[in-house]
């Protein structure tokens, strides 16, 4: 079963926009990670946020988590073509093994 | 190149033959994983290694799915008697286990199964 679930499920936006994705989760978590994936290829990891942290930032990427209300988001500023690609969030419990939601497809058009 | 290697890329097989991938971590991870992803869905959680020995097995799908990583290094997934059901892209992915510096995952570019 899905652990994270990832809104929305499609987003579509011109360059130099800012991109919001929401990820919302069931049960209590060790961290919290957001992978990209271009279509057809493997995962490639952005972002990890532990349990006990509110924000982190890499580049032009912002995550934030809110343990109370079990959700997290990803911000992508500053759009540009080239991040267009599937987005997803992975739970992981405290063992490692990640919990995957659906993803949000985003496309950036120039 | 020193990422997740997996091989083949792609596998077009006949219902019925039995297929295996490789995978290959990164050297310093002691920790190995696979996961399966289907058309529209993201990665689901199917077994994993810490060195030779398979922690986890019981999601692996049925039990004509097997895994091993008989040396610590890398790994197989084999999958017998292959049903159309069984194509998807099989993912790896390695880690350092908890506690051992960051724990984030890296995948593989997988391996695209079709079965004809």
């Known amino acids: 079963s899905q652990q994270g679930e990832e809104d929305p499920q499609a987003l579509s936006i011109q360059e130099g926009e800012n991109a919001t994705m929401n990820c919302s989760y069931k049960?209590?978590?060790?961290?919290l990670q957001w992978y990209r994936q271009n279509s057809g290829r493997g995962l490639v990891h952005l972002i990890l946020i532990r349990s006990n942290e509110r924000e982190k930032h890499s580049g032009r990427l912002r995550v934030t988590l809110d343990t109370s209300k079990k959700s997290s988001s990803l911000l992508i500023t500053a759009s540009r073509a080239a991040d267009t690609a599937s987005y997803f969030c992975?739970?992981?419990?405290?063992?490692?093994?990640?919990?995957f939601g659906k993803g949000t497809m985003l496309l950036v058009s120039p | 190149d020193t990422g997740v290697s997996q091989d083949p890329r792609h596998k077009i097989t006949k219902r019925g033959q039995n297929v295996t991938f490789r995978c290959d971590p990164i050297s310093e991870h002691n920790r190995l994983y696979w996961y399966r992803q289907t058309l529209g869905q993201g990665p689901e959680f199917l077994t994993y290694f810490q060195n030779e020995a398979q922690l986890e097995k019981s999601r692996l799908l049925s039990d004509r799915f097997s895994a091993e990583r008989p040396k610590g290094s890398f790994s197989t997934l084999e999958i017998q008697r292959t049903e159309q059901g069984d194509s998807a892209m099989y993912l790896c992915?390695?880690?350092?286990?908890?506690?051992?510096?960051?724990?984030?995952?890296?995948f593989g570019q997988g391996t695209r199964l079709t079965v004809v």
């Open positions: 992975a739970t992981d419990l405290g063992y490692s093994t990640l919990t």
């Open positions: 049960t209590s978590i060790n961290n």
């Open positions: 992915a390695s880690s350092h286990p908890p506690g051992q510096g960051n724990t984030e995952a890296f």
